[in-house]
């Protein structure tokens, strides 16, 4: 018999490239941006403007695309969004001046509002329980190194056909990635062709009815605003890296636009290695102990306090290989958060999942907005490239304490049979 591969290793392989154009997408533009603002005149906070735009819709979507995908499931709901998002990036390589730059950046957000709620939705039904931190840590590992491998990509692209030709052939490739998902992907794990019976064991009981039940809002804030923080925190550093970087290198230490991106791809791969590490480590905790809290709370906190640390040096440090070393610990250890960051919505509320990691995301969205616009004025005002950096510290340390306010072990459904957590899990 010749080898079949998983339905479900297919599934996570198209979240996974999901992840990574959907990061593409968003932060190609950081790296554009030096022949955006020429061509079109932008000063640096009609630039941190446009960054934003994304982030407007995209807050907006969080909880209202979490709630389509429970409602009418992951198939449809990332067709649709992916299909939005590519028709963004297309028209962004199209933009004459700074409305129709925004307003195709506001339909990015827009198409991306959703998406990962509703990954984390197909994953509540397609990844066995013990299984999540490694889960998210993996895609989101695919989102960082969409992150680091868009500057030396879009700048290839625009030696070859111009800013305006990189967002158009990205945007391609999104569609074509939402015409595979669609085909390929099914919400109930069962219903697929090439599902084998012993991935069937392993994946949690779904209790699907006619009548939907309906999101219990008010318990559900409450256990999530304290997620909802600390992802705010994190979120803040990750758009100001994600935004800015080529930017700082560029202008801190005279890069063409070439060498800037190879230095922010060194930063941002270290994000691939810390997003996998924190996964791992969390399910292994997991595994060993039983403790969900222990589980996430034990590779959260001391990811929030490596990156604080890893930034520290920067208020004295003016080498640009030790400030690039600096950026790069901050990252990974930034990342590290991921993995258990994105399991404790569907810890916390198995049936809304996806309702659940849209409010959980609000942090990172609001931050997209905040932080760009904040940066800019900052940075025109001072001129000092390396001031976001040290006041992404205070965010950390705050991230830091908020992240003790999260309960990931008291589950919204405990009473429901349906969707148990189960005791230790034996070690692998």
Not at 13 to 37: E, H, K, P, W
Not at 279 to 304: C, M, Q
Request: with cysteine.
């Amino acid at each position: 018999m010749g080898f079949k591969p998983k339905a479900t290793h297919g599934v996570l392989a198209l979240l996974c490239v999901m992840y990574f154009l959907t990061y593409v997408d968003r932060v190609n533009i950081g790296t554009a941006a030096s022949g955006i603002q020429r061509d079109l005149g932008l000063t640096n906070i009609q630039l941190g403007f446009v960054f934003s735009a994304f982030a407007y819709p995209y807050l907006l979507f969080q909880i209202f695309g979490g709630w389509i995908c429970d409602h009418c499931g992951p198939r449809q709901t990332l067709f649709w969004c992916g299909v939005t998002w590519a028709i963004a990036t297309i028209l962004t390589g199209f933009a004459g001046g700074l409305t129709s730059l925004v307003l195709a950046r506001l339909l990015l957000g827009f198409g991306e509002g959703a998406t990962f709620p509703t990954a984390t939705r197909s994953m509540q039904s397609w990844v066995p329980i013990g299984k999540r931190g490694f889960a998210q840590g993996l895609t989101h590992a695919f989102s960082r190194l969409g992150n680091a491998v868009t500057p030396p990509i879009v700048a290839a692209l625009m030696i070859a056909t111009t800013w305006r030709g990189s967002f158009i052939l990205l945007g391609v490739l999104s569609f074509i990635w939402s015409l595979a998902w669609v085909w390929y992907f099914r919400n109930d794990p069962k219903d697929h062709p090439h599902i084998q019976a012993a991935e069937l064991e392993t994946l949690p009981v779904r209790t699907e009815s006619a009548i939907k039940p309906k999101v219990p809002w008010g318990p559900l804030a409450r256990q999530m605003w304290p997620v909802t923080l600390t992802y705010f925190c994190y979120g803040w550093c990750l758009w100001l890296y994600l935004n800015w970087l080529p930017l700082f290198f560029k202008n801190n230490f005279n890069l063409d636009i070439q060498n800037s991106a190879l230095f922010a791809f060194g930063i941002f791969f270290a994000g691939v290695v810390g997003d996998t590490l924190g996964g791992l480590i969390s399910d292994r905790i997991l595994h060993r102990t039983g403790n969900l809290r222990l589980a996430r709370l034990g590779v959260v906190v001391p990811g929030f306090v490596g990156a604080l640390l890893s930034l520290l040096p920067l208020f004295v440090i003016t080498d640009r290989t030790i400030v690039t070393l600096c950026l790069t610990a901050g990252f990974f250890f930034a990342e590290l958060v991921i993995g258990p960051m994105w399991s404790i919505p569907m810890d916390i509320a198995p049936k809304f999942s996806g309702t659940a990691a849209g409010l959980m995301n609000i942090g990172s969205a609001a931050a997209a907005i905040v932080s760009p616009l904040a940066i800019g004025l900052v940075i025109d005002m001072t001129g000092n490239w390396k001031l976001p950096f040290n006041i992404s510290i205070g965010l950390l340390l705050i991230g830091t304490f908020s992240a003790f306010l999260m309960h990931p072990e008291k589950q919204l459904t405990d009473k429901d049979p349906s969707v148990p957590f189960a005791k230790p899990l034996p070690a692998e």
